[in-house]
């Protein structure tokens, strides 16, 4: 037992060692396609006039009603309008209508071609997301989004080639209740890949559409750093009035990073005792203007504020 109990403690010793001469100390005080013109979207399921898709028993694999093609004609829901990635606790960014509701992509779809194979009762209760009206957020590239034309005669939303569903069960902003129904059905990520596919990190990489790979915080916001700030001797010089607009980004833990070196992340100490999170020993902060992931009108503020690649660099590449 006092064998690992010292064991355990040489290894924390060399781990505090190692992150000491990376930044001076791991908790350091301060020295010094083309669409249409955007319709209103609904507001949830009410608005939207889908109908009740039933109690949900005896689905037919779909998550729909059991018994097939109903015959009848598809009624889509509105308009998407501006889309939008909602950072959900579980799934990580998903994609949603201007009204915070979920989209989904169905597995027995194919996105190249791309081709809608839900109809009939499993289109009543995963109604086809329109086309016509949907741009892109900053955070989804705009080449992202197309159409298909589905055998109804729906021209159908496809985000990165997937035609983009609603689901009846979902009643307000940011439900998910349809991923995974099915085993077929799952939210759909900025690119049109499954979103979930890794859990949420305190810090992870964004492929931001026109910075490329940039970090995130826990909450899929953009991190930033200060070009008054340094990294060794350290120095803090966003305070007072500075922060009421840039926000200290939280302290990650090491064992939850996605796409990062855990090498690059430490956590400094400001001068008012708050710690702070540092990337490659700079102070990170994350910007109140942007609202959502892929935000990023922080981006070269005053010619001093950057966002950080995922090598803990700062980008400089300007925003549109």
């Not at 898709?53 to 501006?82: L, M, N, R, V």
């Not at 990635?85 to 998903?94: F, N, S, T, Y």
């Amino acid at each position: 037992m006092i064998t690992r109990r010292r064991a355990g403690l040489a290894a924390a010793a060399v781990a505090t060692l190692a992150l000491t001469a990376a930044c001076g100390s791991s908790n350091q005080s301060a020295g010094t396609p083309t669409t249409d013109t955007v319709q209103p979207a609904g507001q949830g399921t009410s608005d939207y006039g889908y109908g009740s898709s039933g109690s949900g028993q005896g689905d037919d694999g779909y998550g729909g009603q059991a018994g097939g093609d109903s015959g009848k004609e598809t009624k889509a829901g509105p308009s998407a309008g501006t889309l939008a990635l909602h950072q959900d606790a579980k799934l990580g960014p998903v994609v949603t209508d201007a009204k915070g509701m979920t989209l989904y992509r169905f597995d027995k779809d194919t996105p190249d071609p791309a081709k809608s194979n839900c109809s009939g009762s499993c289109a009543t209760t995963w109604p086809p997301v329109p086309a016509d009206g949907a741009t892109a957020p900053a955070g989804i590239a705009k080449s992202a989004l197309g159409s298909v034309t589905r055998a109804d005669g729906v021209k159908q939303l496809t985000i990165g080639g997937w035609p983009a569903y609603r689901y009846v069960k979902d009643t307000k902003a940011g439900d998910t209740k349809g991923h995974g129904v099915g085993g077929t059905w799952n939210a759909l990520a900025a690119d049109g890949k499954k979103a979930g596919v890794q859990p949420p990190a305190d810090v992870s990489v964004l492929n931001q559409p026109e910075l490329g790979e940039i970090l995130v915080d826990g909450k899929g916001r953009t991190l930033y750093r200060f070009n008054k700030d340094s990294a060794w001797p350290m120095k803090f010089a966003c305070n007072d009035a500075c922060l009421d607009t840039w926000k200290p980004a939280k302290p990650a833990d090491r064992s939850k990073l996605t796409g990062i070196a855990p090498k690059l992340i430490s956590t400094v100490t400001r001068p008012d005792g708050i710690k702070q999170l540092a990337v490659d020993c700079w102070p990170v902060y994350w910007f109140t203007g942007d609202k959502q992931p892929g935000d990023i009108t922080g981006q070269g503020k005053m010619g001093l504020w950057f966002a950080v690649s995922k090598d803990g660099k700062k980008i400089t590449t300007p925003a549109n």
